[in-house]
């Protein structure tokens, strides 16, 4: 099986690097995500979420995706995105659901039973 790079790559090399600036798909005009693709509303979000993210309307596109998997399940994630990206965020969202997770219904937070660390 062979690979190559979409039409109109461009390569440079230099003594130190090379680069390679590969353009963004056609998506013809269509949402690559689908035509049903929809942001994630910050007023959907339980009230952690929404304290979390106030004067937020909706979550970017990335944090949408993203979402179900760092919000909602304990799903293991390596995003790779750009500076800028809202990375950041969606860490946030997974610290979320860990307090989440050890709150009770009152929303006291055993914060004994879990730690939240920085790798």
């Keep these: ?7 109109g790559t461009k390569r440079r090399n230099t003594n130190l690097y090379e680069e390679v600036y590969i353009p963004a798909p056609s998506t013809g005009g269509k949402n ?3 035509d049903d693709f929809e942001h994630v509303r ?3 979000l339980d009230p952690m ?8 309307k909706q979550l970017n596109t990335i944090q949408s995706v993203v979402f179900p998997a760092a ?3 304990l799903e293991n994630l390596l995003i ?3 500076t800028g990206a809202g990375k950041t965020n969606i860490a946030m969202l997974t610290v979320l659901k860990t307090i989440r ?5 009152a929303g006291v937070i055993d914060v004994n ?3 939240v660390r920085r790798d």
Excluded at 1 to 7: C, D, N
Excluded at 49 to 56: P, W
């Design 71 to 73: 919000y909602n399940s």
């Design 101 to 105: 997770d050890h709150s009770n219904a």
């Design 80 to 82: 790779c995105a750009p």
């Design 32 to 34: 690559p995500l689908g």
């Design 42 to 44: 910050v007023s959907s």
């Design 113 to 115: 039973a879990f730690k």
């Design 1 to 7: 099986m062979r690979f190559s790079l979409p039409e």
């Design 49 to 56: 979420g929404k304290a979390c993210h106030e004067g937020t």
